[in-house]
């Protein structure tokens, strides 16, 4: 069961290294907003968070994974604020009290379970649980196997089946038209994009998901919803696309990402209508369809 537990002295984290912008070898630096907006930059173990405290979520998780030294380990489930901010900026607990709302991961706890040791990778393990690193998801596809949980499994297994090294960058589009909710606005579609190295190049492959429910007046549907109940998200869809559209979705800097992009398309610059479809963006219905070469 999910629980909370005390957050830790700030200096407890502060010989967090982050991520580390040249895991790679070829430079994956955390991406920026192109816009002047306000950001912190969060470093825990393996990964860093750039965190827009206007909005209480991460603007981009960035996550350097190393396949070759992946362990298992149990899972730590005690949910902290971050002390290296104020707990009035971070999308805490009141976000997902009396709800069916999961705290999703945006690194995923077992991405982040790595190390030169089993201790090393216990500590990044229980770093994935901090409030910057979750947003608010249907539990429907933050806990199935299938499309969006499934496509962070498939990249994980990807990982250690060929001891290889990625960086996954991840976070919520945080569009001004999110609906108000319980004092944020929530996200409703969520974008990541896989890094590595391929024929001794930097390559690239990105994807979306999108859990806009179908309705007229999206802030009119999330007004007043009752204790226990949810907010109308929508049946998720989830989408390989452009990593250039990524970046004009998100406003991040994706540039040199999107020239190493293997999806082969042009960016389009729109998402496809609600079950529709659009150039160069592959809907996925399983993980078969995936772009992701080895």
């Known amino acids: 069961m999910t629980h909370l537990s005390a957050a830790p002295p700030a200096d407890e984290l502060d010989d967090r290294a982050g991520y ?8 994956v630096p955390v991406p920026l907003p192109t816009e002047p907006l306000p950001t912190v930059l969060l470093r825990y173990l393996h990964y860093s968070v750039l965190f827009r405290p206007d909005r209480r979520f991460a603007a981009v998780t960035a996550l350097a994974l190393d396949g070759a030294r992946l362990f298992q380990v149990d899972r730590t489930d005690a949910w902290r604020l971050d002390p290296r901010l104020a707990a009035e900026l971070q999308a805490g607990p009141p976000v997902y009290a009396d709800n069916d709302l999961d705290r999703g991961h945006l690194v995923m706890r077992a991405s982040a379970t790595w190390g030169h040791t089993e201790e090393e990778a216990r500590k990044a393990e229980a770093d994935t649980f901090y409030f910057p690193n979750a947003a608010p998801q249907n539990k429907l596809f933050n806990q199935g196997r299938k499309l969006w949980a ?14 290889r090294k990625l960086v996954v960058l991840t976070g919520p589009v945080l569009d001004p038209a999110d609906p108000p909710y319980r004092g944020i606005r929530i ?12 024929a001794g190049a930097l390559a690239a492959t990105g994807y979306l998901l999108d859990q806009t429910p179908l309705v007229d007046d999206l802030t009119a549907a999330f007004e007043d919803v009752p204790a226990g109940q949810v907010p109308p998200l929508g049946a998720f869809r989830t989408f390989q696309v452009p990593v250039a559209d990524l970046a004009a979705l998100t406003g991040l800097e994706l540039g040199r990402l999107a ?12 998402a496809p209508p609600p079950g529709g479809a659009n150039t160069g963006w592959l809907r996925l219905s399983s993980l078969d369809g995936v772009v992701l070469t080895s």
């Open 259 to 270: 020239l190493a992009d293997l999806l082969g398309a042009a960016a389009t610059g729109t």
């Open 187 to 198: 996200p409703l579609r969520f974008w990541k994009v896989v890094a590595f190295v391929q």
């Open 20 to 27: 580390d912008p040249a895991f790679l070898g070829p430079p």
């Open 150 to 163: 499934g496509l962070e499994h498939h990249v994980l297994d990807h990982a250690a089946a060929h001891d």
